[in-house]
């Protein structure tokens, strides 16, 4: 046995490609809308060979690339159906930031062979029409975070490929543009290029909801996960957390170190205390001076927060108190009234170390959830104790 067989813990993950940013799966969830709108957008190119350029904008993590991908696979075996040829094409714009490497990627598509040196975009632009006046392709061209080659090179390419089909193909192939971007683009191109745009053909990504967040993380665990190694509260918390931005790849990238958290203890599921720690190796915003500025009542009642959440993603005040008793106990403080109580509370919530959120209990009651994200729970106490302990 090697080493590293000797030091590796029960496998919980079980396939690390499904949590890869770059992964599509086979199913976008709430993005039917999007998925929809682009159909409609593009299916006469394959019924009639009429060209279209549509805008996706949205912010990170909203899934505007996946569905570009899925979208050019899905429709590129509708119109074989069709009998017609479609091929596609995602080029990284922050990585080819000039118009003649994005070109070069192009051509790259129909000849993996072809030089990397010693074409102009024009000739290179003869390659491709030469191959999709041959097949009679719709070549469909994804410029992913297409707002960086616009800002360094201008909209000249954009220009070029959107008047490609009526000055070089004539109806014998299309090309089609699908810009990605986290801002609408067209006000970075001059007004010939933007013309080539219809002012419908622009879909609009928006945060997915906490709803939609837990939803796809629960997909990617099916994908990813052996069974029962990850349960709802833990998904819960984990759309919870990034649905402070609205983020998908937020929560699969938490999805994934927690994962690896937990196989590197050699337990056999993901727990909240996992997740927590996730976030703040990656995410964490807490600043310890904050702690240093808490008096040693707001403390203990955090510390009595921190030891309610051990193994919870969520407690309530009463559940909160009941521990404080306790810890006032071993750190020989008196307890505050619940009146003071709450007003710590409050507090601790004003200075971001903690989250709450004041939710219905019964037909007529309110309760207070509390929950802590920026921390590990557990690191959290013991750097607390330490500092009662001082």
Request: glycine fraction near 4%.
């Amino acid at each position: 046995m090697g080493y590293f067989d000797s030091i590796q813990g029960r496998p919980i993950i079980r396939d690390h490609k499904a949590l890869s940013f770059t992964y599509v799966p086979k199913e976008l969830p709430h993005r039917d809308e999007q998925m929809k709108r682009m159909f409609s957008i593009f299916k006469s190119v394959a019924e009639s060979g009429v060209s279209q350029n549509v805008m996706l904008h949205g912010r990170v993590g909203t899934g505007k690339t996946a569905l570009a991908k899925r979208f050019s696979m899905e429709f590129k075996e509708w119109a074989a159906s069709k009998n017609a040829a479609v091929e596609f094409e995602v080029v990284n714009c922050r990585r080819r930031t000039s118009n003649a490497s994005v070109v070069l990627a192009l051509t790259n598509h129909f000849d993996k062979h072809f030089p990397d040196r010693g074409f102009s975009v024009p000739e290179m632009l003869d390659v491709i029409k030469k191959y999709l006046i041959r097949d009679h392709i719709h070549y469909l061209v994804i410029l992913d975070e297409a707002d960086v080659l616009l800002r360094k090179a201008g909209s000249d390419l954009i220009y070029i490929l959107t008047r490609f089909e009526e000055e070089e193909l004539r109806d014998q192939g299309s090309v089609n543009l699908i810009l990605v971007a986290q801002e609408n683009v067209m006000d970075l191109m001059d007004e010939a290029s933007r013309s080539t745009f219809k002012p419908s053909n622009v879909v609009t990504f928006e945060r997915y909801t906490e709803k939609a967040l837990y939803d796809i993380t629960e997909q990617r665990v099916d994908l990813a996960f052996h069974p029962r190694t990850v349960d709802h509260e833990v998904m819960e918390q984990m759309a919870a957390i990034a649905s402070e931005t609205g983020d998908a790849r937020r929560a699969i990238d938490l999805l994934e170190k927690s994962g690896q958290l937990a196989e590197e203890e050699g337990v056999e599921y993901v727990n909240v205390e996992h997740v927590r720690k996730a976030n703040a190796i990656a995410y964490s915003t807490l600043d310890t001076s904050k702690l240093d500025e808490l008096d040693r009542a707001k403390t203990v009642v955090l510390l009595s927060i921190c030891r309610a959440l051990r193994k919870a993603s969520v407690v309530t005040t009463g559940e909160v108190q009941k521990v404080y008793k306790v810890v006032c106990e071993e750190h020989d403080e008196k307890p505050r009234g619940t009146t003071q109580f709450w007003k710590y509370i409050q507090d601790l919530s004003a200075r971001g170390i903690i989250n709450t959120k004041r939710v219905k209990q019964g037909a007529e009651g309110l309760t207070t959830h509390i929950t802590l994200t920026e921390a590990s729970a557990e690191d959290l106490e013991a750097e607390l104790a330490r500092r009662l302990g001082r």
